[in-house]
């Protein structure tokens, strides 16, 4: 169950809307405003540095209410100073839902309560049991639950991550057989959330929850290529197996690897055009960057400024062209700005970039719109007739 009532944060998705309608120019600015009278939404705080400014207030308040319940039980900390670590992640927890209660989500203060939380937590598991393993399991339950009463998206990233270490080091039990196939294994583990994750998206009622899923989603894409990337698979194997890759050999499998690194950026490329996602979009970018990165370390032939300066070429004349076709389509895959999209700002710097270059000055017209009467002067003079 939400922490926050479900009527509010259905009422805050559509504040949100009805702001991107307004960056597009469909609504103007009183009714914006009307909307956010008559709907009552959370607390929130929209402006990325105001929330940051928060979080750390948040964290220092919560430093402080630790701090005192030790001075508290100061005697007894030498002994049992582990079962301070869960007082203090109960702390955390109480503080994050007298927060919630008080209508704050996403403003800061309460999100510094939840990451200290799970930090606390996380620390006390991994003296007392000393696992790791125990300790990455404990920490992703804990972060889906609490994403899904908080929804607090940095808590679903903690679960992918917790989840990820934990698959790692459930490999690494096996020993040499676990190390070897840990890359096939990290790739299936990444495919199989990624489709679970897309078809959860697909079926999602309750909209609230769209942003974690969709950032849960987007993780699985990036260790989807990480896992077989030939760059991090050759290292590991370095690192995990201890082999020595001299000059004359390589590591087994790397055809395939080498296919997997040039193929799936490509593969993210076209997907992504296709179904205009944004987000794979970029990712297909970094992609490809870090897949050129890969092969140059171990097989360039080229001084860094002469692959610097190719890289720049093709990257200009894939830009030139790709803007020569789009820029007139009207539909699907275009260069025009996106409405939902507030672009004045940049058309204006482009008007002011392209004036200041080239001298340009608006023309000035000696001729008057306005029309007059009769009259042989400049004036509204009188005709002679009625």
Same mark, same amino acid.
């Given at each position: 169950?939400?922490?926050?009532? *479900?009527?509010?944060?259905?009422?805050?998705?559509?504040?949100?809307?009805?702001?991107?309608?307004? @960056?597009? #120019?469909?609504?103007?600015?009183?009714?914006?405003?009307?909307?956010?009278?008559?709907?009552?939404?959370?607390?929130?705080?929209?402006?990325?540095?105001?929330?940051?400014?928060?979080?750390?207030?948040?964290?220092?308040?919560?430093?402080?209410?630790?701090?005192?319940? *030790?001075?508290?039980?100061?005697?007894?900390?030498?002994?049992?100073?582990?079962?301070?670590?869960?007082?203090?992640?109960?702390?955390?927890?109480?503080?994050?839902?007298?927060?919630?209660?008080?209508?704050?989500?996403?403003?800061?203060?309460?999100?510094?309560?939840?990451?200290?939380?799970?930090?606390?937590? #996380?620390?006390?598991?991994?003296?007392?049991?000393?696992?790791?393993?125990?300790?990455?399991?404990?920490?992703?339950?804990?972060?889906?639950?609490?994403?899904?009463?908080?929804?607090?998206?940095?808590?679903?990233?903690?679960?992918?991550?917790?989840?990820?270490?934990?698959?790692?080091?459930?490999?690494?039990?096996?020993?040499?057989?676990?190390?070897?196939?840990?890359?096939?294994?990290?790739?299936?583990?990444?495919?199989?959330?990624?489709?679970?994750?897309?078809?959860?998206?697909?079926?999602?009622?309750?909209?609230?929850?769209?942003?974690?899923?969709?950032?849960?989603?987007?993780?699985?894409?990036?260790?989807?290529?990480?896992?077989? @990337?030939?760059?991090?698979?050759?290292?590991?194997?370095?690192?995990?197996?201890?082999?020595?890759?001299?000059? *004359?050999?390589?590591?087994?499998?790397?055809?395939?690897?080498?296919?997997?690194?040039?193929?799936?950026?490509?593969?993210?490329?076209?997907?992504?055009?296709?179904?205009?996602?944004?987000?794979?979009?970029?990712?297909?970018?970094?992609?490809?960057?870090?897949?050129?990165?890969?092969?140059?370390?171990?097989?360039?032939?080229?001084?860094?400024?002469?692959?610097?300066?190719?890289?720049?070429?093709?990257?200009?004349?894939?830009?030139?062209?790709?803007?020569?076709?789009?820029?007139? @389509?009207?539909?699907?895959?275009?260069?025009?700005?996106?409405?939902?999209?507030?672009?004045?700002?940049?058309?204006?710097?482009?008007?002011?970039?392209?004036?200041?270059?080239?001298?340009?000055?608006?023309?000035?017209?000696?001729?008057?719109?306005?029309?007059? #009467?009769?009259?042989?002067?400049?004036?509204?003079?009188?005709?002679? *007739?009625?």
């Amino acid at each position: 169950m939400q922490a926050i009532n *479900s009527t509010k944060l259905e009422n805050l998705i559509l504040v949100e809307e009805a702001k991107s309608l307004q @960056n597009a #120019g469909f609504i103007g600015k009183e009714q914006i405003e009307y909307i956010k009278k008559e709907l009552d939404t959370p607390k929130t705080n929209t402006n990325i540095l105001v929330r940051l400014g928060f979080v750390l207030l948040g964290l220092l308040l919560y430093v402080s209410i630790c701090g005192a319940f *030790s001075l508290l039980g100061i005697s007894g900390i030498d002994n049992n100073w582990e079962v301070f670590l869960y007082l203090y992640a109960i702390i955390g927890v109480v503080g994050a839902e007298f927060l919630y209660a008080q209508n704050y989500f996403k403003h800061g203060l309460e999100e510094a309560f939840l990451l200290g939380s799970q930090l606390a937590l #996380g620390v006390a598991i991994s003296e007392v049991f000393e696992s790791d393993l125990l300790t990455a399991i404990v920490v992703a339950a804990v972060a889906i639950l609490m994403y899904i009463r908080y929804l607090h998206i940095l808590s679903m990233l903690i679960f992918c991550v917790a989840l990820s270490v934990f698959l790692f080091l459930a490999m690494l039990e096996f020993g040499t057989i676990g190390k070897s196939i840990l890359p096939f294994v990290s790739l299936l583990f990444s495919a199989g959330f990624y489709f679970w994750t897309k078809k959860l998206k697909g079926n999602l009622v309750k909209q609230y929850y769209r942003e974690g899923i969709l950032l849960a989603n987007t993780f699985c894409l990036i260790l989807f290529y990480l896992s077989c @990337n030939y760059f991090v698979v050759r290292e590991l194997s370095v690192v995990l197996l201890e082999n020595e890759i001299l000059s *004359s050999t390589d590591i087994p499998f790397a055809l395939f690897f080498y296919c997997f690194t040039i193929i799936v950026p490509i593969l993210y490329l076209i997907q992504a055009l296709k179904t205009k996602d944004k987000i794979m979009l970029w990712i297909s970018f970094l992609a490809v960057a870090f897949s050129m990165y890969s092969f140059e370390i171990y097989f360039s032939a080229l001084s860094g400024e002469i692959e610097l300066t190719i890289a720049g070429l093709v990257l200009f004349g894939i830009a030139f062209f790709a803007i020569k076709k789009l820029k007139h @389509n009207d539909i699907g895959i275009t260069f025009k700005p996106d409405r939902i999209t507030n672009s004045n700002q940049f058309l204006n710097a482009e008007a002011l970039i392209v004036a200041s270059t080239f001298g340009m000055r608006p023309e000035v017209s000696s001729e008057s719109s306005m029309e007059f #009467g009769g009259g042989d002067f400049s004036g509204g003079g009188a005709g002679g *007739s009625f």
